[in-house]
């Protein structure tokens, strides 16, 4: 079965430090999202892109993060600098065709601990 | 804009026990509705979907929901769990025009064997 990989799996990063997170989502699949998942809470989408296009960028705090997905394929997601509000597990998921037809298929996640 | 609800934040059961997790969705139009299983340790599983039909839908390992649309609610049951349905479930919804799933705050759900 055709995976979604994230890497790395764990990331531990001091205050103000800069972190990136990397996504490689299913061949062919054209819309790529990174949501956030602050414990206790369900994913929070930060962005999501169609190819190389972001098509809604609008919860991604933009002073501190970004993100990318340059040839329309993998994509980074970049923090800098990390507070200690960051700890989270950013799930990246990608879909054929959008949600609306098959959903998505979430890879692993990082979880990201600020300290 | 489109939200979720799941006021069932920890639920306990005991196994063969029948499960109902509740499902609140906020919008007046067309829906799509998803629900999505975390086994501990695990990545995000498609559970179950409703685009359109049948209300009544089946999902993998027994599971179904039910959309009732008068009620805004896309609850899930199953007859009787497993200790192996042990995990956390979540709700999600996407509304026309909007191109990206929004998820409720989960429901974790214990079964003791």
């Known amino acids: 079965e055709a995976e979604v990989a994230q890497s790395p799996r764990y990331k531990i990063t001091e205050k103000s430090q800069a972190v990136a997170f990397w996504c490689d989502p299913i061949?062919?699949?054209?819309?790529l999202y990174w949501y956030r998942q602050i414990l206790g809470q369900g994913p929070e989408l930060l962005v999501q892109?169609?190819?190389?296009?972001?098509?809604?960028d609008s919860q991604l705090p933009k002073d501190r993060f970004s993100a990318e997905r340059l040839k329309g394929v993998d994509s980074t997601l970049k923090i800098q600098p990390a507070e200690l509000g960051d700890s989270a597990m950013y799930l990246c998921?990608?879909?054929?065709?959008?949600?609306?037809?098959?959903?998505?298929?979430f890879g692993s996640g990082t979880r990201l601990t600020v300290v | 804009a489109q939200s979720v609800s799941q006021h069932n934040h920890h639920v306990i059961l005991s196994e063969a026990a029948s499960l109902e997790l509740g499902c609140n969705y906020s919008?007046?139009?067309?829906?799509?509705l998803f629900w999505y299983v975390q086994y501990p340790g695990q990545h995000l599983q498609l559970l179950l979907k409703?685009?359109?039909?049948?209300?009544l839908v089946k999902g993998i390992k027994g599971f179904e929901a039910e959309f009732i649309k008068s009620k805004f609610s896309f609850n899930l049951r199953k007859p009787s769990v497993q200790w192996s349905d042990t995990a956390e479930y979540f709700c999600?919804?996407?509304?026309?025009?909007?191109?990206?799933?929004?998820f409720g705050s989960g429901t974790r759900l214990q079964v003791q064997p």
């Open positions: 061949s062919g699949h054209a819309t």
């Open positions: 892109f169609q190819d190389e296009s972001v098509v809604d």
């Open positions: 919008y007046g139009g067309t829906v799509n």
């Open positions: 999600a919804v996407i509304t026309t025009g909007r191109r990206a799933l929004t």
């Open positions: 409703y685009f359109s039909g049948d209300p």
């Open positions: 998921a990608s879909s054929f065709s959008g949600p609306g037809v098959d959903g998505y298929t």
